[in-house]
């Protein structure tokens, strides 16, 4: 029986000494020394099978993104035309004497998909959802010498996402060591029901598992300390517990002017959760939490703290171009990072859960999280999808999800999937009280495809606590006729603008995605016409017309050093692999007025367009590898259009050029130049000769400028003065590779990545924006390559290979450090081009 006992209220001042001995309790991350094998194996969970053709593979691993494009996979332009498969993955470690009377389990924070996992032959679980963490209990099953973990990953229906998902154990896995008396999984949950600069109360409910054989009395501590490592809290409770039982138990508290949290000062405490028993410390958990007051209206929007803010979001998936699934973490920090330099202070995680360091990023830097549950619900949107297993798992899942978030002040609200197919309001409802139940603090919406009608077509309300718009929210009138139908609801544009554009691409007349570059799904319907959307869309003016820059017959894709040519035998075939780098090639909307918007519509809290970064899948068709949603390239180059949003959503005084200012052949041609900025004037200089001055009137300023080679320059100013300056030069032939990277210092953790940004450059410096130069890139020292990209979404060649084709000029290297000290020495080598070599420091 189960009995629980306070035996003492909760105080803010605890004295006495508490013992921790060496080995009562550990996490340890077990990433290193695995197996693999790519194939299913007959009996590959027991102990004695022969692994000496495995190969050893450190994890987060991703089998996909080692392979080889083919349209022969099985996978398709959905899910990107990599390969899938079965794999096994093992490892072997001894027993240690110290977890004599403990309790040991097995973590993994994501493995896609459909994970078996056995200890020395005894299987412990199945979980289908390749998102979700959880761990298995190994303690009746280890024994002393060897113990062996094997993990069987079915991804052999290939069809499981819209989007390229990875396969594999592809985040991290621990190994907890913890009493018999410990809290559980997500057992610690915080919350701040009062918050404001003066005060600010706290509850933390702590769920406590006890595994002995008779009941325990202990005590349960909470202390909050800041930045400095100062407590400024702590409240303590006795508990009595049964044997083998588990409950929760509530502490409360209060903090004196707290440093609260918000995307300009992410303000963080560090909670440690403490079990003592018998003045030993038998567990403890550490997090980090934070303090804000969020409030959703239909009037005003969103604010933080009291401060109307509005959500400057965009949309990401979970992978990272030639990492595949299996992201570094120093990876999500510079692409995180770059966001944020940009003025972007939300994400939504389309459209599944991210890894858990994410999250501690998205605190720290101050990046609020729309956390997205699913893609779809109980009817499967890709052949192979969750919607198999919706009816067994939503539940478990979901309120593992949440369990697992729920302290994270970053994430702000949750979403229940995205353009769900055949949804309805009994399982949208079921949903939202699931949410509700686990975390009443954060409301609720969802993206798109929100089951508003009867079953006679009439309207029905909306169940959700916000309203979420995706394409339908680009519309004209969208957002006002549902406020002005639905007033009490607040509204958020959950997928808001839907832009393409390729980095260093230019076209002056405006594409329209539906009429001149269709998606697979458009293909033979609407391509060649509208169909009507014209009364729908906010007009995006051609820059100049007929078209300045030469429209192509055939185009190039390439593959591991081969070449294929593609010749073009329909109209919009020029238009459908590579985009205009201008703000005029969308489907409803150009960025700018999507954000306008936005920003004048008081009770629309914000938007997050799709999306950020380039992401493989979701492609237009073979032989192409993604679409171009990004503002970023699928490298981590940042696109035109980075430094539109950057004009819109930062302070900082910036003005950005575009084009670039290399154009064999155009002489005389009167060229479309555009100056994205935020401050009050920008003057344009052509070699030193004055063109003209405009004031920043909201909208991007554009002069058309007949092409001569040299330098073309902005100039802004606020106030008369110069704050800011941005030109091109026009370039030469290629002479050099210049290497770039984002840092020349690194630890020797296995884990730390330098991006290396190759430029190809001329005889004076001067950056190459049409270079297409094949780059070898020689490594010696503590380091390894771990993906080598060019932003191409025709270029199909191997990641895992130290050889690249640039594209507009560039080639991103990505380096990681191995566990010794030293240097890293990288040669790059391409024929006619002077190399380079770079020095990095593993320290």
Not at 30 to 35: A, R
Not at 687 to 712: A, C, R, S
Request: charged content about 25%; proline content about 5%; overall charge negative.
């Amino acid at each position: 029986m189960n009995i629980l006992k306070y035996l003492a209220l909760s105080v803010f001042i605890i004295s006495g000494c508490v013992n921790k001995p060496g080995n009562a309790f550990k996490t340890e991350n077990i990433d290193d020394g695995w197996q693999f094998h790519l194939g299913d194996v007959e009996n590959g969970e027991k102990p004695g099978v022969n692994t000496s053709s495995w190969r050893d593979v450190s994890l987060p691993h991703d089998w996909s993104i080692e392979g080889e494009y083919s349209q022969d996979h099985g996978t398709d332009w959905q899910s990107g035309y990599l390969p899938t498969g079965i794999g096994w993955y093992r490892k072997v470690f001894n027993w240690e004497p110290g977890w004599k009377g403990k309790n040991i389990k097995i973590h993994f924070e994501g493995i896609y998909l459909n994970s078996d996992v056995w200890i020395n032959g005894h299987h412990l679980g199945h979980r289908p959802n390749g998102y979700i963490g959880f761990e298995y209990d190994l303690t009746k099953y280890l024994k002393d010498g060897e113990n062996i973990l094997a993990v069987r990953v079915d991804h052999s229906k290939p069809l499981t996402g819209r989007w390229y998902t990875g396969s594999g154990i592809y985040r991290h896995v621990w190994l907890k060591v913890r009493s018999p008396l410990h809290i559980s999984n997500w057992g610690v949950c915080f919350r701040s029901p009062e918050v404001d600069a003066q005060k600010s109360t706290f509850e933390v409910q702590v769920s406590i598992e006890n595994q002995y054989a008779g009941p325990k009395t202990f005590q349960v501590k909470s202390r909050l300390l800041d930045k400095s490592g100062f407590e400024v809290a702590t409240v303590y409770k006795i508990m009595e517990l049964g044997k083998e039982a588990e409950d929760t138990i509530m502490l409360k508290g209060i903090v004196p002017n707290p440093c609260l949290w918000s995307p300009d000062s992410p303000n963080l405490y560090t909670l440690e959760t403490s079990i003592i028993h018998d003045g030993e410390l038998v567990d403890q958990d550490m997090q980090k939490v934070g303090f804000r007051k969020l409030e959703f209206s239909s009037e005003f929007g969103f604010k933080i703290n009291g401060v109307v803010t509005k959500m400057k979001g965009v949309c990401d998936h979970h992978t990272a171009g030639s990492v595949g699934a299996a992201v570094p973490d120093d990876v999500w920090v510079y692409r995180l990072k770059l966001l944020k330099k940009m003025g972007c202070n939300a994400i939504r995680t389309a459209h599944n859960p991210f890894s858990p360091s994410f999250y501690d990023m998205c605190d720290s830097l101050g990046i609020m999280v729309m956390n997205e549950f699913l893609d779809g619900w109980d009817t499967e949107k890709a052949d192979h999808d969750y919607g198999l297993y919706f009816e067994e798992w939503w539940e478990k899942d979901g309120e593992d999800f949440i369990k697992r978030d729920r302290n994270h002040p970053s994430v702000v609200m949750w979403s229940l999937g995205n353009e769900v197919k055949k949804p309805t309001r009994e399982v949208q409802m079921q949903l939202i009280d699931l949410f509700h139940k686990h975390d009443p603090t954060r409301p609720v919406t969802q993206g798109g495809h929100d089951p508003t009608r009867g079953m006679k077509g009439n309207h029905m309300p909306s169940l959700l606590d916000i309203k979420g718009f995706n394409g339908d929210g680009e519309e004209k009138n969208v957002l006002e006729r549902f406020h002005a139908r639905e007033p009490d609801i607040p509204m958020v544009c959950t997928e808001v603008p839907h832009t393409y554009q390729t980095r260093g691409v230019y076209r002056t007349e405006t594409h329209w995605r539906r009429r001149d570059f269709p998606a697979p799904w458009e293909l033979g319907k609407w391509n060649g016409s509208l169909r009507g959307l014209e009364k729908r869309l906010f007009e995006i003016p051609d820059l100049a017309k007929p078209e300045v820059f030469s429209e192509e017959t055939s185009t190039t894709y390439y593959k591991n050093g081969e070449e294929f040519l593609i010749e073009f035998e329909e109209t919009y075939q020029p238009y459908l692999y590579y985009q205009s780098s201008y703000d005029n090639a969308s489907v409803r909307s150009s960025a700018r007025m999507a954000w306008q918007r936005t920003r004048d519509l008081p009770y629309v809290m914000g938007q997050f367009r799709w999306g950020s970064f380039d992401y493989l899948g979701e492609t237009n068709k073979w032989p192409s590898r993604f679409a171009n949603f990004g503002i970023i390239d699928i490298c981590g180059f940042p696109k035109d259009h980075y430094y539109l949003y950057q004009s819109m959503w930062d302070d900082k005084p910036m003005v950005h050029l575009l084009p670039h200012w290399t154009h064999p052949g155009k002489e005389g041609v009167k060229i479309p130049v555009v100056a994205y900025t935020n401050c009050d004037e920008v003057e344009l200089f052509l070699n030193g000769k004055f063109i003209g001055k405009q004031k920043y009137k909201d909208e991007q300023l554009v002069w058309m400028v007949p092409y001569e080679k040299g330098t073309i320059k902005a100039i802004a100013k606020n106030g008369g003065k110069i704050v800011a300056q941005h030109s091109h030069t026009t370039s030469g032939k290629p002479a050099k590779a210049r290497l770039n990277p984002d840092k020349v210092i690194i630890n020797a953790n296995k884990t730390d990545v330098v991006h290396l940004a190759v430029d190809i450059v001329d005889e004076n410096g001067v950056f190459c924006p049409k270079a297409n130069n094949v780059v070898t890139f020689e490594i010696n020292g503590p380091g390894k390559i771990i993906g080598i990209d060019n932003g191409d979404p025709l270029d199909l060649s191997f990641y895992k290979t130290n050889t690249r084709r640039a594209f507009r000029g560039k080639i991103m290297v990505l380096v990681q450090a191995g566990d010794a000290k030293g240097e890293i020495n990288i040669k790059a080598i391409s024929e006619g081009l002077q190399g380079q070599v770079l020095s990095i420091l593993v320290q």
